[in-house]
């Protein structure tokens, strides 16, 4: 399974959402925040605190694959695996 950590508005977020969906890669997406940017306000407190202890830090994107026990933070380095192993 995949799942994304992520926000709307975030460039970053949104390159590796549009490789999912051009690879047809189910996932599961959580939002724990609003989507602006700069905006760093905690809209889902569970789902941010699921960000920070799985991962260590409040950054997404953040990418867990639990299929290959595999967590990635940079856009571009959740592409490359993407394309690598669901391509």
Do not use: W
């Not at 409040?58 to 192993?85: A, G, K, M, N």
């Amino acid at each position: 399974m995949l799942e994304l950590y992520q926000f709307e508005s975030c460039p970053h977020c949104k390159k590796v959402r549009e490789k999912l969906s051009e690879l047809g890669v189910s996932y599961v997406n959580h939002n724990p925040r609003l989507g602006k940017a700069h905006d760093r306000e905690v809209v889902n407190q569970q789902t941010h605190e699921e960000l920070t202890e799985l991962g260590g830090k409040d950054q997404v994107p953040y990418l867990v694959d639990t299929q290959r026990r595999t967590t990635l933070y940079e856009s571009d380095d959740i592409v490359e695996h993407l394309e690598t192993h669901y391509a």
